[in-house]
Structure formats: C-alpha cells, structure tokens
C-alpha cells in the first residue's frame, strides 16, 4: 500500500460551494475512486489550502489514475472543482493538486 499527501490551493470565495459539494460527493465518483484502489480518502482545509490524504492498494497507480481521468462523470466532476482550485506553482510538470513528500509515518 502507498500513502499519498497533495496540497491545492482553494478560492476563498468559493470554499463554501466546494466543501457543498464534498457534503454529497456523487456516487459514481466514489465508485470510480474505489474502483481505482483507492480508499482511506480524505481531504483537509486551513488557510485556503486544500491537503488531501489517500492510500493506494492497487499495482497499476498510473493504469488506474488514467483509468479515472478517462471517466466521463470524473471528468464533469473535474470541470466543477477545478474553477474553485489553485494550484501551487512548485506543483510538478503533469500534477494538478501537488504531491508531497512522506517523511514520517508511525503505523
């Protein structure tokens, strides 16, 4: 299993909207999420950043990352968030939220 830390910004002006939506994400979003082995799914806000955390189970990460950004309702999901997101400018070249680097972890 791979653990997985991501940053985004969030527009101040549209947290509310955002966290509306993640109060009744849509089912098939979900389903694709686990559909791609990933669970433990969490996302965090402070200071108008977004920290998310999920693990990963799967042994095709980009296989199954391909897999859900080829997915017509992630994709109109996608179209949604995306307006109201941020993203950092040290992200990496193909990242949309940033990946971060796990530098502890107790089990």
Known sequence: ??????LIGIDPHRFDEYK???AAV???????I???????????????MLFA???YSGTDFEGDMAKMAADPKTQEWWRIMQPMQKPL???GED?????MEEVFHLE
């Open 26 to 32: 849509w089912p098939e979003v979900l389903e694709m």
């Open 53 to 55: 955390y999920f693990e």
């Open 20 to 22: 509306k939506y993640h």
């Open 89 to 91: 400018q040290s992200r």
């Open 95 to 99: 990242e949309w939220w940033a990946n």
């Open 34 to 48: 686990k559909a791609c082995d990933i669970s433990n799914y969490s996302i965090f806000h402070k200071d108008n």
């Open 1 to 6: 299993m791979r653990r997985f830390g991501q």
